[in-house]
């Protein structure tokens, strides 16, 4: 029996008045919301029984201040998103899920190296799914922090998938930005793109890989995927050479890249083909050139982040059995892949801390104690699980 909001009211009260404060805010701001809910689409019932007991989770709000696509150095993005695990992991998913993948190709044009490639990235095939209820998170960010226009429409989204039968509201739970399923999708995508790809007359991205891995493929097609295309080209630049002309929407004849010496990154002249290309460098003119096709366009469509769609790609080419990328990133101290940082934690617990689970998630127990252990050694407290202080460690008795 849920808990009358009188109480849930009371309770915040217990907890202190600013956040009384902040709960009684909330409580207006969603009264403040049902009319437009209603417009949307939501039925008074739906919106009533959803928010009537609701109570803010302000972590969110932490949560979308701090997104790692874009606040941690690419070669640590990348270190853990795409390493040995990820890609044994999903060659054998690939395997696994060959039929739905093919008939997903058939229908979509989309390769099944890309769509399990996304798979890996948003949940690491299924294990990571996000734990936060979702009308919660979303609702919370629909009256606090910034961009509350774009979460109320994931908000009302939300609660029409609900109240459609598609998916319930007790399994309704993702990331703290309202990203759920296999394949992460936010609600207002769900209602766009899912399809039913196991013919069970549900669109269910959480209970059913089918649907989750057809629906991924649906959504690159709509994004423009070009079928048999590459999503670019790790390259290698002339000395010098002018990085004005970087960028992903600076795109130009491959000929013009030709023309400037640009090469591929094993020496190789570019393709013949004249294909629009932008030149991508993530860590600047100094580290790894990529040259980025439309592919690479229809990818960062899912989420608009260069190191993102950077993990995607690389995964993918892995995962048909190409080579990792060659050129090194512009650092002393490169990132850890999850095994290396699992053993890091060990390490960590080992010269007595206590930094909890030994999960491969560098939390903030985890980064607290690395920055003392760089403090005792003289290092940069940065609190990063690089190689630096992996290396330290170890030698460490």
């Known amino acids: 029996m849920p808990t009358p909001r009188s109480a849930l009211l009371a309770l915040a009260l217990l907890a202190g008045p600013a956040m009384a404060q902040d709960q009684n805010s909330f409580q207006q701001c969603l009264a403040g919301l049902a009319p437009t809910a209603a417009q949307r689409?939501?039925?008074?019932?739906?919106?009533?029984?959803?928010?009537?007991?609701?109570?803010?989770?302000?972590?969110?709000?932490?949560?979308?201040?701090?997104?790692?696509?874009?606040?941690?150095?690419?070669?640590?993005?990348?270190?853990?998103?795409?390493?040995?695990?990820r890609i044994g992991d999903g060659k054998a998913r690939l395997k696994q899920w060959a039929s739905v993948l093919d008939r997903?190709?058939?229908?979509?044009?989309?390769?099944?190296?890309?769509?399990?490639?996304?798979?890996?990235?948003?949940?690491?095939?299924?294990?990571?799914?996000?734990?936060?209820?979702?009308?919660?998170?979303?609702?919370?960010?629909?009256c606090m922090g910034r961009?509350?226009?774009?979460?109320?429409?994931?908000?009302?989204?939300?609660?029409?998938?609900?109240?459609?039968?598609?998916i319930t509201a007790d399994e309704f739970k993702g990331s703290w930005a309202g990203a759920f399923g296999h394949t992460q999708f936010m609600p207002s995508t769900f209602e766009r793109v899912a399809v039913d790809f196991d013919?069970?007359?549900?669109?269910?991205?959480?209970?059913?890989?089918?649907?989750?891995?057809?629906?991924?493929?649906?959504?690159?097609?709509?994004?423009?995927?070009?079928?048999?295309?590459?999503?670019?080209?790790?390259?290698?630049?002339?000395?010098?050479?002018?990085?004005k002309v970087s960028g992903r929407d600076?795109?130009?004849?491959?000929?013009?890249?030709?023309?400037?010496?640009?090469?591929?990154?094993?020496?190789?002249?570019?393709?013949?083909?004249?294909?629009?290309?932008a030149l991508v460098l993530p860590a600047g003119a100094q580290g790894p050139a990529f040259l980025t096709l439309r592919n690479f366009d229809a990818i960062y469509a899912y989420n608009a982040s260069i190191n993102y769609t950077?993990?995607?790609?690389?995964?993918?080419?892995?995962?048909?059995?190409?080579?990792?990328?060659?050129?090194?990133?512009?650092?002393?101290?490169?990132?850890?892949?999850?095994?290396?940082?699992?053993?890091l934690?060990?390490?960590?617990?080992?010269?007595?801390?206590?930094?909890?689970?030994?999960?491969?998630?560098?939390?903030?127990k985890s980064r607290e104690a690395i920055q003392q252990e760089q403090r005792k050694r003289g290092l940069p407290d940065d609190g990063r699980p690089g190689q630096r202080i992996l290396k330290a460690l170890r030698q460490s008795p």
């Open 41 to 85: 689409g939501v039925s008074a019932d739906t919106y009533r029984k959803y928010t009537r007991d609701l109570l803010a989770d302000t972590t969110v709000i932490d949560a979308l201040n701090h997104q790692p696509e874009f606040t941690t150095p690419v070669w640590d993005y990348l270190s853990a998103l795409v390493d040995q695990e």
């Open 250 to 277: 600076a795109k130009r004849p491959m000929s013009y890249w030709r023309a400037q010496g640009v090469r591929l990154v094993n020496g190789s002249p570019l393709p013949d083909a004249d294909t629009p290309a």
């Open 104 to 142: 997903a190709q058939q229908k979509y044009g989309v390769d099944p190296a890309t769509v399990v490639a996304v798979w890996g990235v948003e949940s690491n095939y299924g294990q990571q799914f996000g734990q936060r209820p979702l009308l919660k998170s979303l609702a919370t960010l629909s």
């Open 147 to 166: 961009r509350q226009d774009y979460f109320r429409g994931e908000f009302y989204a939300a609660l029409r998938i609900v109240q459609s039968g598609d």
């Open 310 to 343: 950077l993990a995607i790609a690389l995964l993918s080419d892995q995962l048909r059995g190409k080579p990792g990328m060659v050129a090194a990133w512009p650092t002393d101290d490169p990132g850890t892949s999850r095994a290396e940082r699992r053993e």
């Open 199 to 243: 013919g069970d007359g549900r669109r269910d991205l959480i209970a059913s890989v089918p649907d989750a891995l057809g629906s991924t493929a649906h959504y690159l097609q709509m994004s423009h995927w070009q079928s048999g295309q590459p999503w670019g080209y790790e390259v290698k630049l002339p000395s010098p050479f002018d990085s």
């Open 345 to 364: 934690q060990r390490l960590l617990i080992a010269h007595g801390y206590d930094i909890g689970e030994v999960d491969g998630m560098i939390g903030d």
